[in-house]
Nanobody, 122 residues
């Protein structure tokens, strides 16, 4: 089970850090990622990090967002800087044992999901 926290409202140019806690020790083995979704739109990948700690990002967030994980504490993070109006979404963390751990993998390949946390940039 995954549980996100850290969402909220922020002004453009500001920063937020999202956290995703897991009930078990999956971060050491699984591909874990952050995805986001707007109402009526397809869920899109933002960032992913594999079991070796290699990160991948969507072009739209490269240089602004950083994904990281703390295997010992079963927690994953998404540091979001220079937030823009276009970053307003519901953000989800997800995990799965994927052959290819990249930000652009289909969201259907992830098998565990958090409940989502809203990020609003104004």
């Amino acid at each position: 089970q995954l549980v996100e926290s850290g969402g909220g409202s922020v002004q453009a140019g500001g920063s937020l850090r999202l956290s995703c806690g897991a009930s078990g020790s999956i971060y050491g083995d699984a591909c874990v990622g952050w995805l986001r979704q707007a109402p009526g739109k397809e869920r899109e990948g933002v960032a992913a990090i594999d079991s070796d700690g290699i990160a991948s990002y969507a072009d739209s967030v490269k240089g602004r967002f950083t994904i990281s994980k703390d295997n010992a504490n079963n927690t994953m993070y998404l540091e979001m800087n220079s937030l823009q109006l276009e970053d307003t979404y519901m953000y989800y963390c997800a995990a799965g044992f994927l052959m290819r751990c990249r930000a652009d993998v289909p969201h259907s390949l992830y098998t565990s999901w958090g409940q989502g946390t809203q990020v609003t940039v104004s």
